[in-house]
């Protein structure tokens, strides 16, 4: 084993070097310059991505809308189950056909960018066709739950419900982007 070596005192005599520390500002928890531009490159360099319309891009704004209108979905069926005293099946029907009318049209806006090709009753129809089979699924999981348990805290319901809706939403791009989409017109 070998010795440690003396540590070195120093004398500051220079008042500045009193407040300055010596480690660099993020090990001492503050923002350098150059961290905050690195930041703000990132967020510029990944807002340009989001906005490009390749399937990346695409699929990144369909999660994006996702989890927003999960998150929705949730507050409205905790918000009904409780201040509306409804029971658990009333209040998912009920959010989710509000929050699958507000995801289509995100998706008809933001994530196909489709406004000026699809109207908002063709994009409702078509995602609403495909969100019924989640709509089924998710029922038919939240009623199986609710037998084979005697009390189910809201939370497990939301939890359920959003993994089958992640598995339902990841068709629904599939159908969105290849099956739905406008085909081009044939030049003869």
């Known amino acids: 084993m070998t010795p440690l070596a003396p540590i070195e005192r120093t ?14 500002a993020e090990v001492r928890g503050e923002r350098s310059p150059g961290s ?7 967020a510029v360099r990944l807002a340009a991505r989001l ?16 989890g927003i209108t999960t998150v929705v979905y949730a507050l409205l069926f905790l918000t009904l189950q409780d201040a509306w005293d409804l029971n658990y099946l009333p209040a998912h029907l009920t959010a989710t056909a509000i929050t699958t009318a507000l995801a ?11 406004e000026e090709r699809v109207n908002w009753l063709s994009a409702q129809w078509e995602a609403g066709g495909v969100t019924v089979i989640g709509l089924v699924a998710t029922s038919s999981a ?6 084979v348990t005697t009390t189910v805290h809201p939370a497990v319901q939301v939890a359920v419900v959003a993994g089958i809706t992640a598995v339902i939403g ?8 290849w099956i739905f989409r406008p085909h081009a017109a044939t030049h003869a």
């Open 11 to 24: 004398t500051v005599t220079c008042a500045s070097q009193l407040r300055r520390s010596s480690a660099p």
């Open 36 to 42: 905050a531009r690195r930041v703000r490159d990132g």
């Open 51 to 66: 906005r490009r319309d390749d399937m990346v891009a695409q699929f990144s704004r369909f999660v994006l809308v996702g």
């Open 104 to 114: 289509n049209e995100m998706h008809r806006r933001l994530t196909f960018r489709a």
């Open 142 to 147: 939240l009623r199986w739950l609710a037998a």
């Open 170 to 177: 990841a068709l629904r791009f599939v159908a969105l982007r």
